[in-house]
């Protein structure tokens, strides 16, 4: 055995890897944490050194503390191994975040990046403020989901001290969700059928303006917009029916309804655009009803706002269906419920 | 990636094993250096910076106790099992030989078995098990 706790270049590089070890230790234990490493490494240099037959250089030394790790690694090893949220509410929490996410910050951004294309003509004079919103948005998202985090971290806290994970009863569970075939087909008869009606009506709107604003219809007309959009609206009438009939003949293909609506949705989203680009949906038929043709105008874009927040919402749906069918389809050995 | 996959998974079995090595290595008294060098001497290498917190989750635990003597003119940590300690390993035991009986029955329909080596396999390529031994009988018919 060489005497090397003497020598200076391992003792002065082994007591700063000691002082940065202690520096993430908690108070209580960190003498005593310490007194074990500091036995552990000089036993280790002096088996080292017995084998070399002279004392270690500060660069074996070196490559010792290096070998033995990150001083804030080593300590971690001692701290209690906690998780901000655990494994029992971890899913939940995953669950509320993709919520979020699909809620607020997809639509919000499609209809940032939807006010954007709206506003290409006048880029410059809107840009700023477009992305001063956009900034907003990512300040609301981040406080978001660290009030939810912190919300869970709690929640965490608690049902530790308070463990009810036994206390559940399967026969409280929901039922098993079996979509069969036929009942596919008879949710896509259903459609169809009403469908039909709903086409019927359309078609005959024209001709008969009272089936869509009953007696108004003696005193308002309909504005040019509707005889642009009008037939893209029959289309997406149409092709409600021919999805329902499809489904009706293959309902195993369970990736086609959903794919089939994102189009659908980007035709309707055209025609909400061709909506929202007018303010005049009806025009009175004279003066005295003037009033009443503005507020209709005025429900109707309202309505058609409205209608664009929910073409959003559903393309996204949509878009997360037809991937999750389409993975199905390609993974046919995975096995589901639905 | 597929030695990534085994080496979570070699850590996984190895956590268990070092319990029950480090349990019963310390049936009779070792300070932390010595204890592992001792399990190293058995062919169960163990890093320094896994041993220690071990020991003292062990300790916090009631499976260990443990005291500062002086040796060597040196202060050392000196750890034994504790009562609580000893009964516990054996039901460890049990349970590790429970497994590895039931590993070998579930093993033993495969070719290899008849054939198995009396050394160790993971040491000897020649006579190690191989992938191939491990495929469901379904294939190899």
């Known amino acids: 055995m060489t005497t090397s706790r003497t020598q200076p270049p391992s003792t002065d590089l082994v007591g700063r890897y000691l002082q940065a070890v202690g520096f993430w230790l908690p108070r209580a234990q960190k003498q005593d944490i310490l007194a074990e490493i500091s036995e552990d490494l000089h036993s280790q240099i002096e088996d080292r050194e017995s084998d070399l037959g002279r004392a270690m250089t500060e660069s074996e030394v070196s490559d010792l503390l290096k070998q033995r790790g990150r001083p804030i690694l080593v300590a971690g090893q001692f701290l209690p191994q906690r998780s901000l949220i655990g494994p029992a509410l971890y899913p939940i929490y995953v669950l509320v975040l993709k919520i979020v996410a699909l809620c607020y910050v997809i639509p919000w951004l499609l209809v940032w990046f939807g006010i954007m294309l709206f506003h290409r003509t006048q880029m410059a004079a809107h840009l700023s403020s477009e992305m001063h919103s956009l900034g907003t948005l990512w300040t609301i998202v981040f406080t978001q989901f660290g009030i939810i985090t912190l919300v869970f971290a709690a929640i965490d806290r608690v049902s530790i001290k308070t463990p009810c994970v036994s206390d559940w009863d399967p026969r409280k569970l929901p039922k098993l969700k079996v979509e069969t075939h036929t009942k596919r087909r008879m949710n896509a008869l259903a459609g169809l059928v009403f469908g039909i009606f709903g086409l019927l009506w359309l078609l005959a709107i024209p001709n008969y303006p009272f089936l869509i604003i009953g007696p108004a219809a003696y005193f308002l007309k309909a504005a040019p917009i509707w005889h642009v959009v009008y037939w893209p609206i029959v289309a997406l009438s149409i092709a409600s029916l021919f999805e329902a009939v499809f489904v009706i003949v293959r309902p195993q293909l369970t990736w086609f309804p959903p794919t089939f609506r994102i189009a659908t949705t980007l035709l309707s989203a055209w025609i909400v655009n061709a909506l929202l680009h007018t303010q005049t949906y009806v025009l009175p038929a004279n003066r005295d009803v003037a009033g009443l043709a503005g507020i209709l105008n005025i429900c109707i874009l309202v309505c058609a706002g409205i209608w664009a927040v929910c073409l959003v919402v559903g393309l996204v749906i949509y878009i997360w269906r037809a991937v999750r069918e389409i993975r199905r389809t390609v993974q046919p050995a995975t096995p589901h419920l639905a | ?141």
């Open chain 2, 1 to 141: 990636m597929e030695t990534e996959i085994f080496e979570n998974l070699r850590l996984e079995l190895r956590r268990g094993s070092l319990i029950l090595a480090v349990l019963a290595q310390l049936r009779t008294e070792h300070y932390g250096y010595a204890l592992r060098k001792a399990l190293e001497g058995h062919g169960l290498a163990i890093d320094e910076n896994t041993l220690y917190p071990l020991l003292r989750r062990l300790e916090t635990q009631g499976l260990l106790v443990s005291h500062w003597r002086e040796e060597d003119k040196r202060n050392k940590r000196f750890y034994r099992l504790s009562p609580q300690g000893v009964i516990v390993l054996y039901q460890l035991l049990n349970e590790n030989e429970a497994m590895h009986a039931a590993i070998d029955r579930i093993l033993a329909p495969i070719p290899s078995a008849e054939t198995a080596p009396d050394t160790d396999p993971g040491q000897n390529p020649e006579t190690a098990l191989q992938p191939e031994m491990l495929e469901p009988k379904e294939q190899l018919q």
